[in-house]
T-cell receptor, first 114, second 113 residues
Framework: AQSVAQPEDQVNVAEGNPLTVKCTYS??????LFWYVQYPNRGLQFLLK??????LVKGSYGFEAEFNKSQTSFHLKKPSALVSDSALYFC????????????FGAGTRLFVKA | ETGVTQTPRHLVMGMTNKKSLKCEQH?????MYWYKQSAKKPLELMFV???????ENNSVPSRFSPECPNSSHLFLHLHTLQPEDSALYLC????????????FGEGSWLTVV
């Protein structure tokens, strides 16, 4: 069965500093991996995904994520955080067997302090 | 504007009421989803439809009844709900055109009183 773990409920970072939001996953076969962001009272917005190829994936708003197969991780990163990045971030995984079941982590709240 | 539209955005209903949530996608996708988002809990996948056929029912109580008349529309019919069913219900869609990425609507906030 697929599963996703986001070990941190909350990440605090100062504006201008790099940020990392952690995600580990479990799936049989090769994974499709996703990051989404949710602002208050909104739905989830797609940030980036890994399907195959380069382990470093670049996405919206300057975010990137690194796929590490041996550690089964897909951490979200940004070189320089903005206050406006403060939001709830979700990691998600889907197997590549052709099904539609995408499983989400519990979410990590990011606070960027000015 | 996300391409996935949910109505109503807010709904308050009594435990004996019958109501429905509606979702429409304008992205040409073939798969549609209902997720439930409760405070301090992971997003819960409820139902998945692919080309109008249900492919996932994640042990959802029968007081939630989905309906997918075509690939663009998805409903969630609600009947005799409990206060613990109060949550944000998110509709989403995906397809080959999106590289199988799921795109979400803005959600319907449900309060059961």
């Amino acid at each position: 069965a697929q599963s996703v773990a986001q070990p941190e409920d909350q990440v605090n970072v100062a504006e201008g500093n790099p940020l990392t939001v952690k995600c580990t996953y479990s799936v049989s076969g090769n994974p499709y991996l996703f990051w989404y962001v949710q602002y208050p009272n909104r739905g989830l917005q797609f940030l980036l995904k890994y399907i195959t190829g380069d382990n470093l994936v670049k996405g919206s708003y300057g975010f990137e994520a690194e796929f590490n197969k041996s550690q089964t991780s897909f951490h979200l990163k940004k070189p320089s955080a903005l206050v406006s990045d403060s939001a709830l971030y979700f990691c998600a995984v889907r197997d590549n067997t052709g099904g539609f079941k995408t499983i989400f982590g519990a979410g990590t709240r990011l606070f960027v302090k000015a | 504007e996300t391409g996935v539209t949910q109505t109503p955005r807010h709904l308050v209903m009594g435990m004996t009421n019958k109501k429905s949530l509606k979702c429409e996608q304008h992205l040409g996708h073939n798969a549609m989803y209902w997720y439930k988002q409760s405070a301090k809990k992971p997003l819960e996948l409820m139902f998945v439809y692919n080309f109008k056929e249900q492919t996932e029912n994640n042990s959802v109580p029968s007081r939630f009844s989905p309906e997918c008349p075509n690939s663009s529309h998805l409903f969630l019919h609600l009947h005799t709900l409990q206060p613990e069913d109060s949550a944000l219900y998110l509709c989403a869609s995906s397809g080959e055109s999106s590289g199988n990425t799921i795109y979400f609507g803005e959600g319907s906030w449900l309060t059961v009183v």
